[in-house]
């Protein structure tokens, strides 16, 4: 039963790092009222928003017309532009709050259901942006169990469900939600597992450790190797020493060249990573 429950925290640290190197290099390369009571109106002029040559932030009054015309059409092209619209927009901070708030994260979230793959991934694609945000996340939870059958039901490293594994490496970064993964570890583990290149760990994940990295990005590394270390703690890998595969996400964090950056971490000039480190095994 012990090795049973250590091999399920192991699959659930994998699946906490799966998308982590995408999600979090994408930050890297840049930082491109009411609720449904508000009345949205229609407008033609909401089209022109979706064609891919307004490359503006949208303001308030044009998301208004971006979700009254996602939550109106059945037009797939159209449905199509808007979810990438909104999930360009929902990469800034000030627009994942005035989505939350102008009711649009259920109607982005009902397009996960739509047949066509491509709204799907684009409607799991906009969920992730907006995810970054605690408050959303909120929200974005009653998705989870949706998006962990859809991980699992879809064609191996397709789109839909590697958009789905970066949702719920979102999700879970914090401990918040981690436990509504439970009753998919072990399938999601064997994705891990079977998945290409795309849907692996690779090496150079290590690299989001260095010191030069943005203060936003180290933390959210830090505290997924945190939670990952906490429940290693609980299970009591620390005591049983285990050996990882090579290539494994644990294989990376427990190694020597990880240690080595943690050590450097410790003279950082932010004082929050340097708290987040200190928490962190002693290398």
């Known amino acids: 039963m012990g090795r049973s429950r250590h091999v399920g925290w192991v699959a659930a640290g994998l699946v906490l790092g799966a998308g982590a190197c995408y999600c979090i290099y994408k930050l890297m390369r840049g930082q491109r009222q009411g609720d449904r009571g508000l009345r949205l109106h229609p407008s033609r002029s909401a089209e022109d928003l979706t064609d891919g040559s307004y490359d ?6 044009q998301l208004q017309k971006l979700l009254y015309l996602l939550e109106s059409t059945d037009d797939p092209i159209i449905i199509e ?8 927009n929902a990469a800034f901070s000030a627009n994942q709050v005035i989505i939350r708030e102008l009711g649009g994260i259920p109607i982005i979230g009902s397009k996960i259901n739509n047949p066509n793959h491509s709204i799907k991934e684009k409607a799991l694609n906009a969920l992730n942006n907006l995810s970054v945000n605690v408050e959303n996340q909120v929200k974005i939870k009653v998705y989870i169990n949706q998006v962990c059958k859809d991980v699992l039901s879809g064609p191996l490293d397709s789109a ?3 958009a789905g594994l970066r949702l719920l490496t979102n999700m879970t970064v914090t401990n918040d939600h981690q436990h509504m993964l439970h009753n998919y570890i072990t399938d999601l583990f064997h994705v891990l597992l ?5 849907t692996k760990v690779d090496s150079s994940f290590l690299s989001l450790y260095d010191g030069h990295v ?13 939670n990952i270390n906490n429940c290693c ?3 009591g890998c620390s005591a049983m020493q285990p050996t990882f595969p090579k290539g494994s996400l644990f294989f990376l964090l427990y190694g020597e060249e990880c240690a ?12 929050d990573v340097k708290e987040k480190v200190t928490v962190l095994p002693k290398f």
Not at 194 to 198: E, F, P, V
Not at 214 to 226: N, P, Y
Not at 260 to 271: G, S
């Open 81 to 88: 532009r808007a979810l990438v619209t909104l999930g360009n």
């Open 56 to 61: 503006d932030i949208l303001n308030v009054d």
């Open 233 to 235: 703690k609980k299970e």
């Open 160 to 162: 839909v469900q590697l």
């Open 260 to 271: 080595q950056k943690m050590r450097a971490l410790v003279d950082h000039h932010d004082a």
């Open 214 to 226: 943005a203060k936003e990005i180290l933390l959210r590394v830090l505290t997924l190797f945190q």
């Open 194 to 198: 079977t998945g290409n290149g795309s």
